[in-house]
């Protein structure tokens, strides 16, 4: 409800409103650290604070492998070939839409916008539907959209870096195995939250996207009780997604979903195809992707999901896939650094794909729970 709301924060300041809601988001905050991207307030909660929302999940990730529903390996490899698959294929219909719209180079460059699922909004659109939507369902959505989130930033972070800085990019990998080390032996918070500031830095100096960094900590923290006392993953996910939930994400969402809804993004051949590209690649593409990969694999016995789970409910929730804006906007953002008018263009194309399957996974998933179908197991 919280991203709901900023969302429509943001969509109204920007229309009624849109020279003050520039002016905030654009506001010089001043740069620190020698980093230039950081002088504005949209800088620092896209390159700051969105690696609060990635430590936790790589907190997620860390836990759910360790002793949740990616522990077992059939398990945890269903949902990332799911994953890896609705990501080849949006990545490919965008692609291929952008060059038969006759979309410059720039245009095409944006291949990588579609690709990533928002865990918060497709994990609230199955909350919606409450036991409607089977357990299994809901971990195989989440373990998907976390896959999806880290493999897109991983993308981004090849795609965007630009010379690497050789020093930098070995004080990373120092950072990295000084983490590997102190989960052996360090069950303190404190350490892992050093470590995540230490190689946010030496990755935003490296030139590689820094906000990785929480996801790489994340993942490495220990996940073992010590003497009947919660883990240190847990004891850490607990604040940290709270902060995530209730702070960073809605600030993203007012700070990057501030559309201008007009018509004036078709009036122009590259701003269309980037809209249409975009509206085909997180409704179809998505989805296609998602769907086929998981039914091959289970035709050929190599895919494992739990009971519960149907084609009919999998095709809704891989619409609800479709739906968000986080890392998409943060590929937008690199992809389109210097063109206004097409990043304004991905941001009307992800609001349009976002509402098109929040609706129609919804509807889907209403109509599967009414049938009854053979569970795929």
């Known amino acids: 409800m919280l991203l709901v709301g900023s969302l429509g924060v943001a969509l109204l300041w920007a229309n009624f409103a849109p020279h003050s809601y520039h002016v905030v988001i654009s506001a010089h905050v001043g740069s620190v650290l020698s980093l230039p991207h950081l002088g504005?307030?949209?800088?620092?909660?896209?390159?700051?604070?969105?690696?609060?929302?990635?430590?936790?999940?790589?907190?997620?990730?860390?836990?759910?492998?360790?002793h949740g529903a990616l522990a077992e390996?059939?398990?945890?490899?269903?949902?990332?070939?799911?994953?890896l698959?609705?990501?080849?294929?949006?990545?490919?219909?965008?692609?291929?839409?952008?060059?038969?719209?006759?979309?410059?180079?720039?245009?095409?460059?944006?291949?990588?916008?579609?690709?990533?699922?928002?865990?918060?909004?497709?994990?609230?659109?199955?909350?919606?539907?409450?036991?409607r939507v089977p357990t299994a369902l809901r971990v195989f959505v989440l373990a998907l959209a976390v896959a999806d989130d880290v493999f897109s930033v991983i993308a981004l972070g090849i795609t965007s870096a630009q010379a690497?800085?050789?020093?930098?990019?070995l004080a990373s990998v120092v950072v990295i195995?000084?983490?590997?080390?102190?989960?052996?032996?360090?069950?303190a918070r404190w350490p892992y939250l050093v470590a995540t500031a230490l190689l946010w830095f030496t990755m935003a100096k490296t030139g590689v996207e820094p906000i990785l960094a929480g996801a790489i900590v994340g993942a490495l923290v220990p996940t073992t009780e010590q003497h009947g006392h919660a883990s240190t993953s847990t004891r850490l996910l607990r604040p940290v997604a709270f902060v995530a939930s209730a702070v960073v994400l809605p600030l993203f969402v007012l700070?990057?979903?501030?559309?201008?809804?007009?018509?004036?993004?078709?009036?122009?051949?590259?701003?269309?195809?980037?809209?249409?590209?975009?509206?085909?690649?997180?409704?179809?593409?998505k989805v296609v992707g998602i769907v086929a990969t998981v039914y091959v694999l289970h035709s050929t016995?190599?895919?494992?999901?739990?009971?519960?789970?149907?084609?009919?409910?999998?095709?809704?929730?891989s619409l609800l896939c479709g739906v968000g804006f986080t890392v998409p906007l943060l590929y937008a953002g690199v992809a389109f650094a210097h063109h206004e008018d097409l990043f304004a263009a991905a941001q009307l194309g992800l609001l349009l794909?976002?509402?098109?399957?929040?609706?129609?996974?919804?509807?889907?998933?209403?109509?599967?729970a009414r049938r009854t179908k053979p569970t795929i197991t």
């Open 85 to 131: 698959g609705g990501m080849a294929v949006a990545a490919m219909s965008y692609f291929l839409v952008a060059l038969s719209w006759h979309g410059d180079a720039t245009v095409v460059s944006g291949w990588g916008i579609p690709m990533a699922t928002d865990i918060a909004f497709a994990l609230g659109g199955l909350q919606l539907l409450g036991a």
């Open 177 to 187: 195995l000084s983490v590997i080390f102190l989960r052996r032996k360090v069950m």
């Open 301 to 317: 016995g190599v895919l494992r999901l739990g009971n519960g789970i149907t084609m009919g409910n999998l095709i809704g929730a």
């Open 353 to 368: 794909a976002s509402l098109i399957g929040l609706v129609g996974g919804l509807l889907v998933l209403v109509f599967a």
């Open 164 to 169: 690497i800085a050789g020093w930098w990019a």
């Open 73 to 83: 390996n059939r398990s945890a490899v269903s949902p990332v070939l799911a994953a």
């Open 40 to 66: 504005t307030a949209e800088g620092w909660i896209n390159d700051v604070l969105m690696v609060v929302f990635f430590l936790a999940v790589g907190l997620e990730v860390g836990h759910e492998r360790r």
């Open 255 to 285: 700070a990057n979903a501030g559309v201008e809804l007009s018509t004036s993004a078709f009036h122009h051949t590259n701003t269309s195809a980037v809209v249409v590209a975009l509206l085909v690649a997180r409704t179809a593409g």
